[in-house]
């Protein structure tokens, strides 16, 4: 069976990770299929320069989702997919980070599938490792975390989200789409059991211009998302291994200008 990325094979679907943001974390695969497409649906957050990638006359369809406001609902998405599949074109649905990492990419495969139609998956640098990378946290260490886990912060209601075990100490949890719930998220952290002394790191813009790595408390996570006035995107770690990196410790900052001594 031929390559998908076959110019020959016309009429299929390449789902693209485009990474945490910057071009140069792409993959040479995800460079090839953007340069072989006919037409791009991506996501809001796409670097307008890995849109740029693809040849110059290729549609770029936006299908930009916010918080509580989609473009599209995700079946609009797949069906628009779908449709441009059967006029025979190559079609790459580009999205932040993996695809396979809450980016819903499990939800198009079907579709696409169902529809009798031919997929690819191209996976992505998530935003979890390509953010820790730029700020020097490792994610595991055989000091400090022996297990990582992924979560969404605003997933079908925090509430309903069980995440017993999966923080504390000798463990690493990332925490997606958590900022607007970030005080939520400490509290329900720390009625699990989580210290309120644990380190807790908020990567904003990761891989981007004008990132961010702030680190502080568990116990003062909402405090200073709200003070630090922590924007989207960004994801939240919490767990020991925040104390090797090169996040600034602003709950320190802010005990020496309560001492006197920082201006």
């Given at each position: ?8 094979a016309r009429g ?231 104390e090797l990196s ?18």
């Amino acid at each position: 069976m031929a390559s998908l990325l076959d110019p020959s094979a016309r009429g299929r679907v390449i789902l693209v990770g485009a990474g945490p943001g910057d071009p140069g974390l792409l993959t040479v695969r995800a460079v090839e299929a953007l340069k072989s497409a006919d037409i791009v649906v991506h996501d809001g957050l796409i670097d307008p320069r890995v849109l740029d990638i693809a040849p110059a006359q290729v549609q770029r369809i936006s299908v930009a989702k916010q918080r509580a406001r989609h473009t599209l609902p995700q079946e609009a998405i797949n069906a628009l997919i779908v449709a441009h599949v059967k006029t025979g074109a190559i079609v790459v649905r580009l999205k932040g980070g993996d695809p396979f990492i809450f980016g819903r990419g499990g939800e198009e495969v079907e579709a696409v599938r169902a529809a009798g139609l031919p997929v690819e998956v191209i996976p992505g640098v998530s935003a979890a490792l390509g953010c820790a990378a730029e700020a020097m946290l490792p994610l595991t260490h055989r000091d400090h975390s022996s297990a990582v886990s992924f979560v969404a912060g605003q997933c079908k209601g925090l509430t309903e989200q069980d995440w017993s075990g999966l923080a504390g100490k000798g463990r690493t949890l990332v925490i997606y789409m958590g900022v607007a719930t970030a005080a939520d998220i400490a509290d329900k952290l720390m009625r699990d059991g989580v210290a309120p002394e644990m380190p807790v790191a908020v990567l904003e813009r990761g891989t981007l211009k004008g990132s961010r790595a702030i680190r502080t408390l568990l116990a003062d996570l909402g405090s200073m998302v709200e003070r630090e006035k922590v924007a989207s995107p960004a994801i939240i770690v919490v767990g020991e291994v925040v104390e090797l990196s090169d996040a600034e410790d602003k709950l320190g900052r802010w005990a020496r200008v309560a001492e006197g001594s920082f201006a």
